[in-house]
Nanobody, 115 residues
Framework: QVQLVESGGGLVQPGGSLRLSCAAS????????MGWYRQAPGKQREWVAQ???????NYADSVKGRFTISRDNAKNTVHLQMNDLKAEDTAVYYC?????????WGQGTQVTVSS
């Protein structure tokens, strides 16, 4: 059984910071690629960041230099540190785990950036 639970969303001002967390259940956490996606109102879900089992990271151009993805395999958690937040970052953020051949998703956590 796989379960992903996001937390840490909320309302922040432009330029502020927020740290999202994803707690994962299920075996083999350390070997799977983890990622963050987001979906803004009226938009398609877009990829934000990923981290491999070896700790390599990749980011969407829109968040590069502002967001940092990390993982703690001992705690089966993934985090997304978001700095210098902008209004266009407003979205529901989803945690993702790729367990071949399927992707698994959390329920999402709302991030709202507004003054």
């Amino acid at each position: 059984q796989v379960q992903l639970v996001e937390s840490g969303g909320g309302l922040v001002q432009p330029g502020g910071s927020l740290r999202l967390s994803c707690a994962a259940s299920g075996s083999g956490f350390s070997i799977y690629v983890m990622g963050w996606y987001r979906q803004a109102p009226g938009k398609q879900r877009e990829w934000v960041a990923q981290i491999t089992s070896g700790g390599s990271t990749n980011y969407a151009d829109s968040v590069k230099g502002r967001f940092t993805i990390s993982r703690d395999n001992a705690k089966n958690t993934v985090h997304l540190q978001m700095n210098d937040l902008k209004a266009e970052d407003t979205a529901v953020y989803y945690c993702n785990q790729f367990r071949p051949p399927r992707n698994y998703w959390g329920q999402g956590t709302q991030v709202t950036v507004s003054s």
